[in-house]
């Protein structure tokens, strides 16, 4: 349903939702957690992606002076919009790199060359999978002298 969008209609929608009313409550609960990867990853960005509201009067003012530390705040204000573009740029590589690692084969099949992003991924998931196998390995035996102890013990 959403927000509704006539005065009285919002009225006794915000007194459902201040009352806990399912009607209002659950609808906004299936929204929220069907978004919940979208809107975990727009709060994780929000703080970086923030703009910088400077007013204008210290902008002016900034221009107007002659400072001597070189660097004005309008050319402070222009580097954290760089800085904010190239976190854009990053944060949208770590995203396609961390969807190439979710989707890389199991049992380490890509290669493990140090120039592949993935080489190091695909080394500890064979080691983690040989160690698995181990402990595999190790639980059977010790089941076996377990069946074995306890043999030995109704014999006697």
């Excluded at 609808?27 to 990853?41: A, R, S």
């Excluded at 509201?53 to 002076?65: H, R």
């Excluded at 049992?107 to 080691?127: A, I, M, R, Y």
């Amino acid at each position: 349903k959403g927000i509704p969008t006539l005065e009285d209609d919002r009225l006794d929608w915000t007194d459902g939702l201040g009352s806990g009313e399912t009607q209002v409550i659950y609808p906004i609960l299936q929204w929220i957690l069907t978004m919940y990867d979208k809107l975990c990853k727009r709060a994780y960005l929000a703080p970086f992606l923030r703009p910088v509201e400077i007013p204008m009067e210290y902008l002016m003012q900034d221009q107007g002076e002659d400072s001597n530390s070189g660097t004005t705040l309008s050319e402070l204000a222009q580097r954290y919009r760089q800085l904010q573009q190239e976190f854009k740029e990053t944060h949208k590589r770590y995203e396609v790199f961390r969807a190439e690692i979710a989707e890389e084969p199991e049992q380490g099949s890509l290669p493990s060359s140090p120039s592949s992003p993935f080489g190091v991924g695909g080394t500890l998931k064979k080691e983690i999978a040989q160690l698995e196998d181990e402990k595999r390995q190790l639980k059977e035996r010790i089941e076996a002298l377990q069946n074995k102890a306890n043999n030995t013990d109704d014999q006697n």
